[in-house]
C-alpha cells in the first residue's frame, strides 16, 4: 500500500477543538454501548439464572448457569447482521448518523430488560423476551464499533492513528469499570435478597440516562472527512458489500482470526472471573466486584498505551507483544485466583489487562488501515463481528463447561493460551500497514 500522500492529515502533536470533540464522542459512545453490553454480561453471572430459568436453576444449578452464559454468546450471532446493516448504509450516509441510531437501539433495548418480568411472573415468555432484547443489543453491537473507531481514526493527524483509535477502545474498559462499579455500590448497599428481588433492575434501567448524554455529545460531531471525501469524489457503487467480499475477503478473514484471542479473555474478565471467584472460591461479592473494577483500569491505562505504541512500533508488532504476554499468563493466573485471596486475585487480573491492552489498544487503526475508503466501514464491522463470535461469544460458556467437566480452573487458562495464539499467528500474517493512505 502507498504511504499517506494526502493533504488533509494533520502532522502536528496538538489537537484540535473538533478531534477533542471526536474522541469524546467516541469514547462516550462506546463506554455507553458497552456498559449496557457488560451490565447484561454480569447479571448473567449474578442473577440471571434463578430468574429467568428457575426450573432449571433448582434441578442443576450448573447447567442452567451455562444455558445464562449462552445467552451472552446468543446476541454475538446477530452482530454479522448488525454489522452489514450498519456496514453498508454507513458507507453511503456516514459514520456520525449510524452511530446516534445504534446508540438509541442499544439503550432502548437495555432499559426494557430492566422492567422484564421474571420467569415466575409470565413463564417461559420471560426468558424468550430476554432473549428477543439481547439479539436487539447483539445487532447494534454489531454496527457501533466499525462508526466509532473510523470516526476517530479518519480525524486522526498522520502519525497519531494509533493514539485517536485507541480512545473507541477504551470505551470497553470504561463500560466495564461502570458496569461493575454500579454492581459493587448495589451489592454493598443491600441484601443479597433484595438485590435479586429488585436491584439488579438499576443498572439496567440507569442505561436510559446515559443514553441522554451519549446523544447529545454524538450529535455535535462532525463527520468523518474521509467519508466526506469519498461523497464527493466516488462514483455510485451498486454492492459495496459485494465488492467487499470479492476484493477484501482475505482482510476480513483476518480481521476476525485477529480479535479471537483478545475478545476471549476480555470477556472471562467481563462475565466469567467475578461469578467464579464467588460461587466456587466462596469469595466476598461486593469486594470481588471492586477488584474487579479496579484491575480494569489497568486494562484501560494500557489500551491507551497500546494504541499510543502502535504509532511508534507499528500495529502488527504491538498485537504481538500483546498475545505473547496473554498466552503466556493464561495458565499461571489462575493459580493466583485459587487462593482466593482478594489481593492476589486483583495481581492476577491486572497482568492479564497488559496483554487485553496491548493486543486491543491498536485494533482500530489496524483494521482502518486494511480497507479501502469505499468499503472501509462494512470491511472493520464484520471483521469485528465474526471475530467477537469465535472469541467472546461463548468464552463464559465455555470456561463454566471446561471447570465442570475438569474442576481444574486451569484448563480455562489452556483455553485462552490457544485462542492467543491462533490470534498471533493471525496478525503475524498481516503486513504492517502503518500510515497508509486512508482516502484510497
Do not use: C
Not at 455507553?32 to 428457575?54: C, K, N, R, T
Not at 452489514?84 to 459514520?95: F, K
Not at 473507541?168 to 469499570?177: D, L
Not at 498475545?323 to 491486572?350: G, Q
Amino acid at each position: 500500500m502507498a504511504t499517506d500522500t494526502s493533504a488533509r492529515p494533520r502532522t502536528g502533536a496538538a489537537t484540535t477543538r473538533e478531534e477533542r470533540r471526536v474522541l469524546a464522542g467516541t469514547l462516550v459512545g462506546t463506554s455507553i454501548e458497552w456498559y449496557d453490553f457488560f451490565i447484561y454480561a454480569q447479571a448473567a453471572g449474578l442473577v440471571l439464572a434463578p430468574l429467568f430459568l428457575a426450573p432449571l436453576a433448582e434441578s442443576n444449578p450448573g447447567a442452567a448457569q451455562v444455558l445464562s452464559f449462552a445467552t451472552i454468546g446468543i446476541s454475538f450471532l446477530f452482530r454479522p447482521l448488525g454489522a452489514v446493516v450498519a456496514g453498508w448504509l454507513g458507507d453511503r450516509i456516514g459514520r456520525k448518523k449510524l452511530l446516534v441510531f445504534t446508540l438509541i437501539m442499544m439503550g432502548v433495548s437495555t432499559s426494557l430488560i430492566g422492567v422484564l418480568p421474571t420467569y415466575e411472573a409470565i413463564g417461559i415468555a420471560a426468558p424468550i423476551l430476554l432473549i428477543t432484547l439481547r439479539i436487539l443489543q447483539g445487532f447494534s453491537a454489531g454496527g457501533e464499533w466499525g462508526g466509532a473507531a473510523l470516526l476517530s481514526v479518519e480525524h486522526a493527524p498522520k502519525g497519531r492513528r494509533g493514539f485517536f483509535g485507541a480512545f473507541p477502545q477504551i470505551g470497553v474498559p470504561v463500560g466495564m469499570i461502570l458496569a461493575t462499579g454500579t454492581l459493587w455500590i448495589l451489592t454493598s448497599s443491600m441484601t443479597p435478597e433484595a438485590f435479586l428481588a429488585w436491584g439488579w433492575r438499576v443498572p439496567f434501567l440507569l442505561s436510559i440516562v446515559l443514553i441522554v448524554v451519549g446523544y447529545i455529545i454524538r450529535r455535535a460531531v462532525e463527520e468523518s472527512p474521509v467519508f466526506e471525501d469519498l461523497l464527493r469524489r466516488r462514483k455510485e457503487s451498486s454492492a459495496p458489500l459485494g465488492q467487499l467480499f470479492r476484493g477484501n475477503w482475505r482482510e476480513v478473514a483476518l480481521t476476525a482470526v485477529v480479535f479471537i484471542g483478545n475478545n476471549a479473555a476480555g470477556y472471562l474478565l467481563i462475565a466469567f472471573f467475578s461469578t467464579y471467584a464467588v460461587a466456587a472460591l466462596g469469595m466476598d461479592r461486593p469486594t470481588v466486584l471492586l477488584a474487579t473494577a479496579l484491575a480494569s483500569f489497568g486494562w484501560l491505562a494500557f489500551t491507551l498505551w497500546g494504541g499510543r505504541l502502535s504509532d511508534r512500533l507499528g500495529r502488527v508488532r504491538t498485537f504481538q507483544i500483546g498475545y505473547i504476554v496473554l498466552a503466556l499468563w493464561a495458565v499461571p493466573m489462575w493459580f493466583l485466583i485459587d487462593t482466593a485471596n482478594i489481593l492476589w486475585y486483583f495481581v492476577a487480573l491486572f497482568v492479564m489487562t497488559f496483554g487485553l491492552g496491548l493486543s486491543y489498544g491498536p485494533q482500530a487503526a489496524l483494521y482502518a488501515e486494511l480497507f479501502p475508503a469505499n468499503v472501509r466501514y462494512s470491511g472493520v464491522s464484520i471483521g469485528y463481528a465474526l471475530g467477537a463470535i469465535l472469541g467472546g461469544a461463548f468464552a463464559p460458556m465455555i470456561a463454566e463447561a471446561l471447570l465442570n467437566a475438569t474442576g481444574m480452573s486451569w484448563t480455562i487458562g489452556v483455553y485462552i493460551a490457544v485462542v492467543a495464539l491462533i490470534s498471533l499467528v493471525g496478525v503475524s500474517l498481516i503486513k504492517e500497514p502503518k500510515d497508509v493512505d486512508l482516502h484510497a
